[in-house]
T-cell receptor
Framework: KQEVTQIPAALSVPEGENLVLNCSFT??????LQWFRQDPGKGLTSLLL?????REQTSGRLNASLDKSSGRSTLYIAASQPGDSATYLC????????????FGTGTRLLVSP | EPEVTQTPSHQVTQMGQEVILRCVPI?????FYWYRQILGQKVEFLVS????????KSEIFDDQFSVERPDGSNFTLKIRSTKLEDSAMYFC???????????FGPGTRLTVL
């Protein structure tokens, strides 16, 4: 059974810092991995999608990497801003014929001015 | 930019009542999903739907749940007899193809009293 863990559970940083969020998974048979942002009481906004054949994806100040062999993905946020404060979720799609995303536990990020 | 929409944003119901949660997926998408998130817990997969039938469902999706695409635009989740433990945020998602990026709606918060 695929288990997805995100560390740290919560992170508080001052504005301007570069930071790394981690996502670990137990089964390397994945098709792709998505990173989402969730604001309190709101929906899920897709940030980046990495296919299993890719090593990384970039969008603006965000960079996500994927290492299937070690069961890890990282989300790098450059020059953090207070508007980045949210919960960040990683989610995996397995490559075994199932369509469901398996979500991680989330990292709650607070960027203070 | 096209987006997934959901109605209502918040639904309050009495235990034992039937509820229908509505979603309008992105228009050219072919795969549709329901997920839920109990307060403070992970986002969990409920069901996926393709070509007018369920393609996969989780153990949560028992006989009390059903999904339907009644016309060319709506996708609904029905809970026949709600329980207290059904209280959660319910997210609809869609994707253009299988194994593709999933786009989520803003969610419906269901409160069962």
């Amino acid at each position: 059974k695929q288990e997805v863990t995100q560390i740290p559970a919560a992170l508080s940083v001052p504005e301007g810092e570069n930071l790394v969020l981690n996502c670990s998974f137990t089964d390397s048979a994945i098709y792709n991995l998505q990173w989402f942002r969730q604001d309190p009481g709101k929906g899920l906004t897709s940030l980046l999608l990495i296919q299993s054949s890719q090593r990384e994806q970039t969008s603006g100040r965000l960079n996500a990497s994927l290492d299937k062999s070690s069961g890890r993905s990282t989300l790098y946020i450059a020059a953090s801003q207070p508007g980045d404060s949210a919960t960040y979720l990683c989610a995996l799609l397995r490559d075994t014929g199932f369509q469901k995303l398996v979500f991680g536990t989330g990292t709650r990020l607070l960027v203070s001015p | 930019e096209p987006e997934v929409t959901q109605t209502p944003s918040h639904q309050v119901t009495q235990m034992g009542q039937e509820v229908i949660l509505r979603c309008v997926p992105i228009s050219n998408h072919l795969y549709f999903y329901w997920y839920r998130q109990i307060l403070g817990q992970k986002v969990e997969f409920l069901v996926s739907f393709y070509n007018n039938e369920i393609s996969e469902k989780s153990e949560i999706f028992d006989d009390q749940f059903s999904v339907e695409r009644p016309d060319g635009s709506n996708f609904t989740l029905k809970i026949r007899s709600t329980k207290l433990e059904d209280s959660a945020m319910y997210f609809c998602a869609s994707s253009p193809l299988d194994y593709n990026e999933q786009f989520f709606g803003p969610g419906t918060r269901l409160t069962v009293l």
